[in-house]
């Protein structure tokens, strides 16, 4: 067993890193903005993990793949044995698994218990207080069509690479204080419309436990309440991740370190502990927003951050939102309750424009939500969920009920209820839709373990929309979406996941001027295997093939097939990732997404379609333990296409490559 623990210890932390990013992508379609903000946070986890002796149960709830009896237990191991030796004995922790464990290690760490709780004082700060700072430079190969275009409105007016900067001081997990600057590709800077420099700058404080002071932000920050019926701008996973992920949520708030420009609060938020089972937050914000204006209404919100062309900084900073809102949570033994209220104002009217699909999108100046969230543990169930109602009396409510006879086997029924006309700005939740809104379903899903080796997990989930949806123009549509997945590790060097994925849901289908509605079906199935040579060499292998088609039409099929090599030497101080992949894809339709490792903090899921082949080539390079170098080159060359991209980013040619290059100074 000693044995063992020694390769798992070595060799676990990056492949454990990696599930859980490929925990994020197994719905690519899903929430693609929330995933910025949950990779970037669990990037800053694996660089400052957290100490296993002193942590809380509020710091482990933050890992969507522990359990609630898993949380406990670690506590009580600690509690009753007193301050760990080392992370091996999470293998003697009751409930837990080796692939938990594996996905755990890369952010947590053994220290010695850190008595203080108090203010931290200015000497400790200075003496303890780590310091990392951070820039990175990406470099296209190439130039999109919108540096070439003579129509000034439309074309791109800054530079062709993209920038950030980033600062952040760290005093354990108690005080956090940053900022963070970004310049996306053709954004101007320091020219044109844009005299400030960098297009978006954060900044932040974060306090944590003092004395009864759980959490205190200023500045920039991001809460999430319940599950998502509210407000949720924290990690999310979708439906196809581990069901942990979707029982177990998490609320809090959370300093906004990232480049995302739209999913978070800037003001100030607290969260004050009433008593040892009883918890107040409050927080508020006011921000400027971008959008398009039409006289005095707000006909759309724009989300992407980009303000590269005239046309897109007309839209910059056009209304403001204002925003206050309250938690009281009960933290008991055996239940958990929390009751959610915020409210939001804009400065002027919204009022989309009107479409088929948008009939009962937010609209107004006020509004008005609040959620009663709950959980239940019942000897090995567990009742949880939350209902919200907005201002007019809309309703919104997830309900679930989970069976776990032992850690090897777990259940989960979850019904969810969105009414068409519940109206909220910043819910996101378990959906297929996309939105807390217009859609019902049923899901049934489960996990089964035969010794640690060998695991079976799999859902079904059907769902119904009752008004018509983007790209559906019909009332009363339906779908089902199911999943089957196969984990097999006979020994420790060596894991396989099998899954297939099948998805069915109506959409509109035209042809010759013809519109219809019709089932789309999509199929995907994937085979990967984990396979480390030795401590120093990690290898995945992946095969993945999609197929889609409407029904009684012709299918639209594709696969890849991809194979990465890890090399961590232990004489120098260099890292290398080597990635290649070959696609085959008949349209857009059918593409294949794939997580791909970028430099630190770097978020990629590069979609692949039609026909050619991908390289990328990784490079971490330390040359002091306060130093460190991250350097990427990647190509994508196309053999049946002569441009790449469309609109404005067209790229005329059939190869795309890239440079990203970070320097990381701690100090």
């Known amino acids: 067993m000693i044995s063992n623990f020694l390769i798992i210890d070595k060799v676990a932390s990056q492949s454990g890193y990696e599930d859980v990013q490929q925990q994020m992508i197994n719905d690519e379609e899903d929430n693609l903005y929330y995933l910025q903000n949950t990779f970037e946070e669990l990037e800053d986890f694996k660089d400052n993990p957290i100490n296993l002796n002193n942590t809380t149960k509020e710091e482990l709830e933050m890992f969507p793949f522990l359990t609630d009896k898993v949380i406990e237990n670690i506590l009580y191991y600690i509690y009753r044995y007193g301050p760990m030796l080392s992370t091996k004995e999470l293998f003697l922790i009751e409930d837990i698994d080796r692939r938990t464990i594996e996905m755990l290690l890369p952010y947590v760490q053994v220290q010695r218990v850190e008595t203080e709780r108090g203010m931290p004082t200015v000497k400790n700060l200075i003496k303890y207080g780590k310091n990392e700072l951070s820039t990175r430079v990406d470099i296209p190969l190439y130039k999109r069509k919108g540096y070439y275009i003579k129509d000034d409105t439309r074309k791109y007016q800054g530079g062709n690479y993209y920038n950030n900067i980033r600062y952040q001081y ?47 932000a200023i500045g920039n920050y991001r809460v999430n309440y319940g599950y998502g019926m509210v407000i949720n701008m924290d990690m999310f996973f979708g439906k196809s991740s581990s069901l942990y992920t979707i029982e177990r949520r998490k609320g809090g708030i959370k300093k906004h370190s990232s480049t995302d420009e739209y999913n978070y ?121 939350e209902c919200a109602v907005d201002g007019k009396g809309s309703i919104a409510t997830i309900n679930m009920l989970s069976y776990s006879p032992d850690h090897k086997k777990r259940f989960i029924v979850m019904n969810r209820f969105y009414d068409a006309k519940y109206q909220t700005i910043y819910a996101n939740s378990v959906s297929e839709g996309g939105r807390v809104q217009n859609e019902s379903g049923v899901y049934i899903g489960m996990e089964y373990s035969i010794l640690d080796n060998l695991q079976f997990s799999g859902y079904g989930d059907l769902f119904y929309f009752p008004n018509k ?123 294949i997404s794939l997580y791909e490792r970028g430099v630190k903090y770097a978020f990629s899921i590069p979609s692949f379609y039609y026909k050619g082949f991908r390289g990328a080539v990784n490079l971490k390079y330390s040359p002091t333990k306060n130093i460190t170098v991250y350097g990427k080159f990647s190509t994508t060359c196309y053999n049946n296409r002569d441009d790449i991209g469309s609109g404005n980013d067209l790229i005329e040619g059939n190869v795309k490559s890239d440079i990203n290059v970070m320097l990381c100074y701690k100090f």
């Open 469 to 591: 949806r983007y790209l559906v123009e019909k009332y009363g549509t339906k779908g089902y979406d199911f999943t089957l997945q196969t984990v097999y590790s006979p020994i420790n060097k060596l894991k396989l996941l099998i899954r297939y994925r099948q998805k069915e849901k109506d959409k509109n289908w035209s042809e010759n001027g013809d519109k219809v509605v019709l089932p789309y079906t999509q199929r995907r199935a994937k085979v990967q295997m984990n396979y480390d040579i030795n401590p120093v060499i990690t290898t995945t292998t992946t095969v993945e093939g999609s197929m889609m088609n409407y029904k009684g039409k012709s299918s639209s099929k594709g696969y890849l097939l991809s194979q990465t090599a890890n090399f961590k030497f232990s004489t120098i101080p260099i890292e290398l990732y080597l990635h290649c992949a070959y696609f085959n894809t008949d349209s857009y339709e059918s593409r």
């Open 265 to 385: 609060l800037q003001g100030a938020a607290l969260s004050y502990k009433l008593s040892d089972r009883i918890n107040i937050d409050l927080f508020g914000s006011y921000r400027n927003m971008d959008g398009t204006v039409d006289s005095l209404f707000i006909t759309s919100l724009k989300k992407d951050g980009y303000h590269r062309q005239n046309s897109e900084f007309k839209k910059k900073n056009k209304f403001t939102n204002s925003l206050i809102g309250s938690n009281l949570s009960y933290n008991g033994k055996y239940v958990e309750l929390g009751l959610t209220a915020v409210y939001n104002v804009f400065n002027k009217m919204l009022n989309p424009e009107m479409k088929y699909y948008n009939r009962f999108y937010p609209r107004g100046k006020q509004f008005y939500n609040v959620g009663a969230n709950y959980k239940f543990f019942i000897n090995k169930f567990i009742f949880s969920g």
């Open 170 to 216: 760290k005093y354990g997990q108690r005080v956090n204080f940053g900022f963070t600057a970004e310049k996306d590709f053709g954004e101007p800077f320091f020219s044109n419309v844009n005299n400030k420099g960098y297009d978006y700058y954060s900044v932040y404080l974060m306090l944590r436990n003092i004395k009864r002071l759980k959490s205190l």
